[in-house]
């Protein structure tokens, strides 16, 4: 497991992070690496960034503020580091990759770019264990699915023939819900069964409306969590708030 949270980083490990790093390779021949230590800083980082689109969900509950403008640039910085934990799994695996363009170490996205170049020139395809944030958003969008509940996108073809009478109407026949179909598509439906077509189309509409806000609640909940975990963790010592607020400041030469 590569972000095993109850797997200990070894110093030794930790020594040879150093170490890897510090060799005096020319900077054209240096080894492209990336340590569990590293895969899982930038795990936290992603999911730092998601702590704080959840806590800015909730304080607009206790200030009256509209912080609207925070949630686009949010929501890049976490595809962002998203991107590095995925290029930081294929990094540790060793994924065989093409050439850089330059010395200097890749873009995240050039990283998958130049894995899939290798693949595609026979290379075996790495698979990167999913990051913190895409089991976050999976788990997510798991709260919604209950009020949507499944729908059929795979119809059977409308019996009915076109209007000149030469070949088989191509459309699918309507769905009506529980697992019911219409005769026809919209046009050769019953007027009955186009009503009930309706009917069934508000009720997922509502229903989407409904998964929106058990989504809302769910991650309200734990912004709120989230928000009473920081301000406790800033008065215990040795927190950011109090290294900065302590007489000689934060800094010290380790
Ligand atoms: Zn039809």
Redesign the pocket.
């Known amino acids: 497991m590569l972000d095993d949270p109850d797997e200990a980083v070894s110093p030794d490990e930790d020594e040879d992070a150093a170490t890897l790093a510090d060799l005096d390779y020319p900077a054209s021949q240096r080894p492209e690496f990336a340590t569990g230590r590293a895969y899982q800083i930038l795990d936290e980082v992603a999911l730092r960034i998601l702590e704080i689109r959840l806590a800015l969900m909730v304080v607009t509950e206790e200030v009256s503020l509209r912080l609207d403008d925070f949630y686009p640039r949010l929501t890049a910085l976490e595809l962002l580091a998203d991107q590095a934990v995925g290029a930081a799994g294929l990094l540790l695996l060793s994924a065989e990759l093409d050439d850089a363009w330059g010395s200097q170490p890749s873009r995240p996205q050039a990283v998958y770019a130049r894995h899939k170049a290798a693949v595609s020139r026979g290379a075996p395809r790495a698979f990167p264990p999913a990051s913190s944030l895409w089991h976050f958003n999976t788990v997510l969008k798991a709260v919604g699915e209950p009020a949507i509940g499944p729908d059929f996108r795979a119809r059977p073809q409308?019996?009915?023939t076109?209007r000149d009478g030469s070949r088989q109407?191509?459309?699918g026949?309507l769905y009506l819900g529980g697992n019911a179909f219409a005769s026809?598509?919209?046009?050769?439906?019953t007027e009955a069964e186009r009503d009930r077509y309706r009917q069934h189309q508000d009720d997922r509409t509502e229903a989407n409306v409904e998964a929106g806000q058990l989504q809302h609640l769910a991650l309200t909940g734990l912004g709120r969590k989230i928000t009473r975990d920081w301000l406790r963790r800033r008065h215990e010592p040795g927190s950011l708030y109090q290294l900065i607020n302590q007489p000689d400041g934060p800094f010290h030469p380790e």
């Open positions: 409308c019996p009915a076109i109407c191509s459309n026949v026809g598509c919209f046009s050769h439906a």
